[in-house]
């Protein structure tokens, strides 16, 4: 059997299971070309060229009728399985565009997205009964593409331009501790002093070593010494609360230790410029009906949710 050259035209192998299926149910050729309102010659060039491409003989012809060969029987209820699998999914991509349905898959930090985003979600799953969603919670920065990403919350400014972002906020480091470990060994004033202070660092990141801060107009990192060094955000909060040492976070991640009074912001005058949180999402012409209408509904309230971390 041949197989089809690369960069040649092809025959319509659906549309030619089509005008078979048709000439099957009709009886007759002449019959099918009537019905479907197609030239008798196109119709029987097209089942021979179908029949040379799969070199089987599908039809038995006589000068009054036609009949099914066996191998014509196998390949006309084949058709009719691919041409209802075909419609099917013809009606499921049209409806889609029109009905709300279907799983939405979100990517975000994970402080990030418990705090911020998860609110949302549940807010909109209540609205849409007919939406699912998996929300896929990592402080590793995902592939949208390779991990099949519908929507993601990102910090940090977008380098991809296969996606587009939607700005919702803007979060900056803050270094923090306990009024406890503060009344206990002082306030620093320079970052230059952070060599004398208690550290609460995160594993495997330069943040174990130093810490950068804005002197003047540049940027300049400082040494720090790591008392303890941890691999979540959340330990490093708790071991600052408890009164260890210093830690530095993205203020989201501290907003509510903050505003409860157990950690305390310091060095703010040394605070390096603030970086944009995006809602990000693969580009394209056709963007998915309930892609569009979660932007829609949780951009606004994820900007209104993260102004308040400026206040």
């Not at 599908?58 to 036609?66: A, E, G, I, P, Y």
């Not at 989201?252 to 603030?274: C, I, N, T």
Request: hydrophobic content about 40%; charged content about 25%.
């Amino acid at each position: 059997r041949t197989h089809p050259i690369p960069g040649k035209r092809q025959m319509d192998r659906l549309e030619a299971m089509t005008l078979l299926v048709a000439v099957a149910d009709a009886g007759g050729i002449s019959a099918a070309s009537r019905k479907l309102r197609t030239p008798v010659a196109t119709v029987s060039r097209k089942i021979t060229e179908l029949e040379s491409h799969l070199n089987a003989q599908l039809l038995l012809r006589s000068t009054r009728n036609v009949a099914l060969t066996e191998a014509g029987r196998a390949f006309v209820a084949a058709s009719r399985r691919i041409l209802a699998d075909l419609e099917g999914a013809e009606r499921d991509a049209a409806s889609e565009t029109t009905t709300l349905k279907g799983e939405l898959v979100l990517s975000a930090p994970i402080a990030l997205g418990r705090l911020y985003l998860l609110p949302v979600v549940t807010d909109f799953l209540n609205e849409h009964p007919n939406i699912d969603a998996r929300m896929m919670l990592s402080d590793r920065r995902l592939n949208m593409l390779e991990e099949h990403v519908d929507i993601g919350l990102r910090v940090g400014d977008l380098n991809d331009f296969s996606l587009v972002a939607r700005k919702v906020g803007m979060v900056r480091r803050v270094v923090c501790a306990s009024p406890s470990y503060l009344a206990r060994r002082g306030m620093p004033k320079h970052p230059q002093q952070l060599e004398d202070h208690d550290c609460i660092t995160f594993e495997n990141t330069l943040s174990a070593q130093s810490w950068a801060f804005r002197v003047g107009r540049v940027e300049k990192s400082f040494p720090v010494h790591s008392r303890l060094v941890v691999s979540t955000a959340e330990a490093a909060t708790d071991a600052a609360v408890s009164g260890l040492g210093l830690t530095r976070m993205l203020d989201y991640q501290v907003d509510r230790q903050r505003r409860a009074g157990s950690l305390k912001p310091v060095l703010e005058a040394f605070g390096s410029p603030p970086k944009p949180v995006h809602l990000i999402y693969e580009g394209g012409r056709h963007l998915p009906l309930k892609i569009r209408t979660f932007l829609d509904f949780a951009a606004p309230r994820l900007k209104q949710a993260m102004r308040a971390l400026a206040e």
